[in-house]
């Protein structure tokens, strides 16, 4: 059994939705074989509640939310969970996102707060992902600095933290000679950073987008100058896409992605995914 390390935030009410006046939030606390559950009051009774203010990264205006610093939190349950290399976010969508332990104790996420509603503990507004408009019930990570979506992409549905070591979480996205491939180690780094996000290989990664390995990996079916002009800007495909636009990235980042999905092409492995909180 893998071992792992999770904060597995559940919102209990079936029909849990922004106008809901009773949903009842339960974290539950994950390190090794140890599993304690905490309500939204003694999660507030431990770390103590706050109002902050932050420039809503996805509705673009200022807002209030409660929440609890994400931190103060981060920091207790790392002391319970030595051996860890990466914080796993996961949303009830399938969205994975991610951060190093080392961005974390550099302090890059000494701007982020763990909001779990607007006025009192619920969310009254809605936030925009591609057709849909989706409530951020139960917690989402927001940032008081708006540079911290570069380390952290607020992630909203947060239903779990995993403190966890990404090899051993991930192990089917690596090949033997990785390391010595020097454009392909390029393109997984990446590939780590921005796609592992939403999409899966060996389905293992996030669930959002699709899978990319198998059965067939998508290099297969999809040639070089499509994937280079869609990964870039995949709105230009399809309206009101999901995938958001990579401008940042370069041509050569682009092409060191794909490199990188080619060679996974001849290291196709079924099974489970990685560890999962559900």
């Not at 999660?43 to 409660?66: Q, S």
């Not at 570069?150 to 000679?177: D, H």
């Not at 370069?250 to 492995?269: F, P």
């Amino acid at each position: 059994m893998r071992i792992r390390f999770a904060i597995v935030a559940v919102c209990l009410a079936a029909h849990c939705s922004p106008s809901s006046k009773h949903v009842i939030k339960e974290l539950t606390v994950k390190t090794g074989l140890v599993e304690k559950k905490l309500t939204l009051p003694e999660l507030k009774k431990r770390f103590g509640a706050e109002t902050v203010k932050v420039e809503d990264y996805y509705l673009k205006r200022p807002m209030r939310y409660n929440a609890l610093n994400l931190k103060k939190m981060l920091t207790a349950f790392a002391a319970e969970a030595p051996g860890y290399d990466e914080f796993i976010f996961r949303c009830a969508d399938g969205y994975l996102a991610h951060v190093s332990r080392a961005d974390f104790e550099a302090g890059k996420l000494d701007s982020f707060h763990l909001a779990f509603g607007e006025s009192g503990d619920s969310f009254k507004s809605e936030i925009p992902q591609g057709k849909a408009l989706i409530s951020p019930e139960p917690f989402y990570a927001v940032a008081t600095d708006k540079a911290g979506f570069s380390t952290l992409s607020w992630p909203y549905e947060l239903i779990a933290i995993e403190l966890v070591n990404f090899k051993a979480m991930f192990p089917k996205l690596y090949f033997a000679g990785l390391e010595n491939d020097k454009i392909a180690k390029a393109g997984f780094d990446l590939f780590r950073k921005e796609c592992l996000k939403c999409h899966s290989l060996n389905l293992q990664g996030g669930d959002i987008g699709p899978e990319l390995n198998i059965p067939r990996n998508i290099t297969e079916y999809r040639d070089e100058s499509y994937l280079k002009a869609f990964i870039r800007n995949a709105s230009s495909y399809r309206a009101k896409s999901k995938m958001p636009a990579f401008a940042g990235l370069t041509d050569q980042d682009i092409s060191s992605v794909i490199v990188y999905l080619k060679r996974m092409a001849g290291h196709k492995q079924a099974g489970s995914k990685g560890a999962q909180p559900r």
